[in-house]
């Protein structure tokens, strides 16, 4: 397995939608987990961070699995300006490693 | 709002040059990290410091790497004989603690090696 997996998507979705987006880490140890969102060809941004069972934040909840070792990012109401991809964050090794899944690219269209 | 700079925004080298990428960590954080992002490909972690030490590196930050911290502000980032493969997008981080704490990513300086 590797480390971080996402769905690397597409996911087109209407403005309004409720969309969720999946992560499963391989890391049993981790901890703490993040989401953070990148928009093109900018550097990522702390989203949520991820530290019980989940967190929730405006239109953003995540949640943690720790025994089936999966976390989830769930967006309601989605704007336009929501579209960007969405990294799924793992600390390993010593936990100053940031460990990245590849992300998951979301499109709001009109 | 305190945030991480980095210079220059892009910088465009001949293979075989050295190179220095310099950032400057939020003021009070104690740990800096240097990140890379190959064009369409995950981020990839290349090297933590702490203290004025190395803490922790990946398989990518081999001898033609170097980090220091000249000063008290500023953390560069050194490859001494840049490869074509060096091409990316790396990004500098800064966090008050480790473990649960959030780290901070500057803007990035976009490296492109012909």
């Known amino acids: 397995r590797k480390e971080v997996e996402q769905d690397p998507g597409p996911f087109n979705v209407p403005e309004g939608a409720t969309v969720a987006f999946n992560c499963t880490y391989s890391?049993?140890?981790?901890?703490?987990f993040f989401w953070y969102r990148q928009d093109c060809r900018k550097e990522p941004k702390l989203l949520m961070s991820?530290?019980?069972s989940g967190n929730e934040d405006g239109r953003f909840t995540a949640q943690l699995n720790r025994a089936s070792q999966y976390i989830s990012l769930l967006i309601r109401d989605s704007k336009l300006s929501d579209s960007a991809t969405y990294l799924c964050?793992?600390?390993?090794?010593?936990?100053?490693?940031?460990?990245f899944g590849t992300g998951t690219q979301l499109k709001v269209e009109l | 709002e305190p945030e991480v700079t980095q210079t220059p925004s892009h910088q465009v080298t001949q293979m075989g040059q050295e190179v220095i990428l310099r950032c400057v960590p939020i003021?009070?954080?104690?740990?800096f990290y240097w990140y890379r992002q190959i064009l369409g490909q995950k981020v990839e972690f290349l090297v933590s410091?702490?203290?004025?030490?190395?803490?922790?590196k990946s398989e990518i930050f081999d001898d033609q790497f170097s980090v220091e911290r000249p000063d008290g502000s500023n953390f560069t980032l050194k490859i001494r004989s840049t490869k074509l493969e060096d091409s990316a997008m790396y990004f500098c981080?800064?966090?008050?603690?480790?473990?649960?704490?959030?780290?901070?990513f500057g803007p990035g300086t976009r490296l492109l090696v012909l």
């Open positions: 981080a800064s966090s008050a603690g480790h473990l649960r704490e959030t780290q901070y």
């Open positions: 890391n049993s140890a981790s901890q703490s």
């Open positions: 991820v530290y019980s």
């Open positions: 964050v793992c600390p390993t090794g010593g936990g100053n490693k940031l460990t």
């Open positions: 003021s009070n954080h104690l740990y």
């Open positions: 410091f702490y203290n004025n030490e190395i803490s922790e």
